[in-house]
């Protein structure tokens, strides 16, 4: 959904697709978070994937695995995207 305002930046990115591509729907936000860091760059890509790792890393390998690859897929959702971003 596209925002009529002007004063915002939008990305648009298929969060619940990609999500549900990567057989992890419930991980939508997590796309959402790799996209928005990709776009702004008010966070480093390292320092996300390091909390990723420290938040997730406590639990089974293979949901510290999930995690991080659907952050992967919205930071790469964005940079093939450049037209998904506006504002």
Do not use: H
Not at 23 to 36: Q, T
Not at 40 to 67: H, N, P
Request: one cysteine or more.
């Amino acid at each position: 959904v596209r925002s009529q305002r002007q004063d915002i930046r939008q990305i648009l990115i298929p969060c619940n697709d990609i999500a549900n591509n990567l057989e992890n729907g419930r991980s939508i936000n997590i796309v959402g978070l790799g996209a928005f860091v990709a776009a702004s760059a008010m966070v480093s890509l390292e320092a996300q994937r390091a909390v990723l790792q420290k938040e997730f890393g406590r639990k089974k390998a293979d949901v510290l695995a999930a995690a991080l690859a659907v952050f992967e897929a919205g930071v790469e959702a964005t940079r093939r995207n450049k037209e998904a971003v506006s504002g």
